[in-house]
């Protein structure tokens, strides 16, 4: 018999109502919201055409007098609840919230959350960034969009009180999930937000950027992130990787090589990590688990959402918006981009990254004023004032900006020049120098944060770059002070004339704010004491970055056939860098800086002509690097700019 479900309840309470100390505390502790109070959990093993279930949690509303629709999470990361420390199946586990806002649990709907095929409590094999064409599925493997289509079916038939339209959204690698689900779309899902969406992991996205490893995020994310024999509940927590440091640069100096730096980890921490580091070209490994080409098709209306400031997940969103619009004319297809870093969009605040402030709750205002707006549109048919195709919001300014396509039509490109004695302006530079040069060593590379961290910190994306400014491996240019405001919107684009003594070289370019030697102070004082305090970081002079990206340098021509430099020999090197939309206020400088390492956030290049993952300690060589600013070979950056 098919269960017939009419009503459900969700959550952990949030909190216990305090004894009450004056009418205002009680009416406050009686606000307190209770999932569990308004809907009631199942757990299902759905059915998929190959016979593999999938454990699926529903959260349905109590209230049966109305019909609500489906809003799906699928994910590899557990459809469980974290309680106590640790992750709970069972249907007397509810989280605290299971909407993206608690207008969704207001408002009602039927909360779905699934794991992925292979993943946890589900059967079947799973696969990372599953392959939406594989010729060659063995048994138990699966395609995204089939297992979404199946489970739309089952729980349309199988769960009450549901109005027959479904929606799905999910974060990062839900994100990707939430794209290859809706590729040859089932006919009920209406409206689908992919959010930060893993989208061609080699292309500037988690694995590689410019073709140079991501080396911090993913040996963290991976030495946790493993794979286990399914269906199980476990792990009840992930086990993170023991340093026997407070200093990741520290770490991985020490150990210099690729293949040095995995043998610290256990065989099935290596399991996912290994198959990233050793395909380090574009090859059919990567061109297989990119979801961009496959995104057809689609009949669901899609917002996708993206920061600025996401480490981890920054094109990704930028690329799944243009695949949508140029293999699907017809749908509603829209972007949204904050101020914000991996994730932060969900239920924090996003007033500020690190020292850098953005003068209002840019969270909540996405999720009250487009978010839910959108899903009520799509899925209940309410009106919605508030569509554009493109929310941006405007760094630097701090103000949200609606636009009819990204990158802006009415953006321009324009070249900040290179000059001689580290200038920087919209002309080419007159006749002066022809080169400046730094000697970069791999055994002493420029840092990424001027702190010790472990991972990759969401700060490092606006972080102050004044310590790099310092270093005689790292090139500065400034513009001069700027008499009105500058505002770029879309790709950055390095055009660069370089040579190397080695036979290759990573170019690390960042386009940076340099805020004016008066500006108000880092936030509020640290309330102080008869003792010294400690120093006070100042924003005046600070270096905030904007954007920064590496090419390595074999990858100049072809990200699938390196080629090495010949020492000496000047060549161009361009390549693009993620978007922006920044605007560089009145007072400000613009700076870009230029450098040959970036660690341990990417892994080191030896400046010799070796597979990387295969380098030996004897490969790494100090190299001179040139970038040069004469006449027919100036080095420059592109960028798009509003107005000018």
Known sequence: MKPRLTA???????????????????????AKYSLREHYTKYEFRIPMRDGVRLFTAVYVPKDAGKRYPFLVQRTPYSAGVPSGGELHYGVDFYPEH??????????????????????????????????????????????????????VEWLLKNVANNNGKVGILGTSYPGFYTSASII???????????????????????????????LAGNFDFYSAFVEAENPTP???????????????????????????????????????????????????????????????????????VGGWYDAEDLQGPLSTYSSIKRNNPGIYNGLVMGPWSHGAWGRADGKSLGYVKFDAKTGEQFRSNILYPF?????????????????????????????????????QPHTLFLGPNGTLAWKQPAAGEAYDEYVADPRKPVPFTAYPAQGAPKEYMVGDQRFASSRPDVLTYRSEVLEEDVTLAGPVKPKLYVSTTGTDADWVVKLIDVYPAAYPGAGEDDERGPDVPKPTLTMAGYQQLVRGDPL????????????????????AVNYAMSDINHTFRRGHRIMVQIQSSWFPLVDLNPQTFVDIPKAK????????????????????????????
Request: aromatic residues 10%.
């Open 552 to 571: 390595r340098g074999k990858f100049r021509n072809s990200f699938e056939k390196p080629e090495p430099f010949t020492p000496g020999k000047v060549e």
């Open 375 to 411: 899903f009520e549109q799509h899925l209940k048919g309410a009106a919605n004032k508030n569509v554009s195709e493109v929310y941006a919001f405007e760094t630097g300014s701090n103000v949200w900006r609606n636009y009819a396509a990204w990158p802006p039509k009415q953006a």
């Open 184 to 214: 040859d779309s089932h006919p009920a899902i209406k409206a689908a937000s992919p959010q930060a969406p893993v989208t061609d992991l080699y292309m500037n996205d988690d694995s590689y950027h410019g073709g140079a490893f991501m």
């Open 98 to 151: 299971i909407g993206p806002s608690q207008d969704f649990e207001d408002s009602g709907y039927i909360f779905v959350k699934q794991d992925v095929r292979g993943r946890y409590m589900s059967e079947g094999k799973w696969i990372e960034m599953t392959p939406h064409v594989n010729p060659n599925r063995a048994k138990g493997q699966g395609n995204e969009s089939e297992d979404m289509h199946d489970t």
């Open 617 to 644: 300690p004897e490969d790494f060589h100090k190299a001179t690097q040139r970038v040069y600013h004469a006449p027919a070979i100036y080095s420059g950056v592109e960028v798009q700019v509003l107005g000018k």
């Open 8 to 30: 459900l309840a969700l959550a952990l309470i949030l909190g216990g109502l305090s004894c009450h100390a004056g009418a205002a505390d009680a009416a406050a502790a009686a």
């Open 234 to 304: 476990l792990p009840k927590t992930w086990d993170h990787f023991d340093y026997g440091t407070a200093d990741g640069y520290e770490f991985f100096l020490s150990h210099l090589t690729l293949s040095n730096i995995t043998a610290t980890m256990m065989p099935k921490q290596r399991a996912l990590l290994l198959p990233t580091i050793e395909h380090s070209t574009y090859d059919e490994f990567w061109k297989t688990r990119n979801i961009g080409p496959h995104l057809k098709n689609i009949k669901a209306a899609v917002l996708t």
